[in-house]
T-cell receptor
Framework: ETGVTQTPRHLVMGMTNKKSLKCEQH?????MYWYKQSAKKPLELMFV???????ENNSVPSRFSPECPNSSHLFLHLHTLQPEDSALYLC?????????????????FGQGTRLTVV | GQNIDQPTEMTATEGAIVQINCTYQ??????LFWYQQHAGEAPTFLSY????GLEEKGRFSSFLSRSKGYSYLLLKELQMKDSASYLC?????????????FGKGTKLSVIP
């Protein structure tokens, strides 16, 4: 059982489709993150939000558009994706924002959405 | 930037001890995390080191040497359920970012 819930768990979409991934955290955390996990590659940070403000965008293509309406919810809107965007997309949250230094930056991950672009 | 290296795969026998190494290069080290990820599941937190030395938590221990840019995760009394990927992640305050940078993960297979 995880305090971070992602839906859907699996998604297949065409390159012309528009879809959204949803993440919800029930931990009272202030920071939320989107990560991409491709086969045989490290987890790649995509976006960081702190108290609903985007604080980091790691040069992610504009076909990925995040939205954080409140501190408990995070969305990733997808449009005109490419087959190479197929991956596991993980949402995470942490109590506070920061580059380590204490356990408040421990990240709690959701189960992920397995995305396949055809 | 950061460079985090860990072995791609390891195999160990049930009941044995296995050590998974991680080396890193950072401009401003600010903590190292180990996560466990079973296939198709979310990564889960195992340990955190920011000072040199060994942190023990049950069957799992994590060691850090900041001067050597080196950490290891030690798993004792291996069980079949320990078969998973183990991710080393480093926080780098020198990068001016808020991110953890992850290694590619070590896939551990525990065999009877």
């Amino acid at each position: 059982e995880t305090g971070v819930t992602q839906t859907p768990r699996h998604l297949v979409m065409g390159m012309t489709n528009k879809k959204s991934l949803k993440c919800e955290q029930h931990l009272g955390h202030n920071a939320m993150y989107w990560y991409k996990q491709s086969a045989k590659k490290p987890l790649e940070l995509m976006f960081v939000y702190s108290l609903e403000e985007r604080v980091e965008n790691n040069s992610v293509p504009s076909r990925f558009s995040p939205e954080c309406p409140n501190s408990s919810h995070l969305f990733l809107h997808l449009h005109t994706l490419q087959p190479e965007d197929s991956a596991l997309y993980l949402c995470a949250s942490s109590q506070d924002l920061g580059a380590g230094g204490d356990l408040d930056t421990e990240a709690f991950f959701g189960q992920g959405t397995r995305l396949t672009v055809v | 930037g950061q460079n985090i290296d860990q072995p791609t795969e390891m195999t160990a026998t049930e009941g044995a001890i296995v050590q998974i190494n991680c080396t890193y290069q950072t401009s401003g080290f600010n903590g190292l995390f180990w996560y466990q990820q079973h296939a198709g599941e979310a990564p889960t937190f195992l340990s955190y080191n920011v000072l040199d030395g060994l942190e023990e938590k049950g069957r799992f221990s994590s060691f850090l040497s900041r001067s050597k840019g080196y950490s290891y995760l030690l798993l004792k009394e291996l069980q079949m359920k320990d078969s998973a990927s183990y991710l080393c992640a480093v926080a780098d305050s020198g990068a001016g970012s808020y991110q953890l940078t992850f290694g590619k993960g070590t896939k551990l297979s525990v065999i009877p």
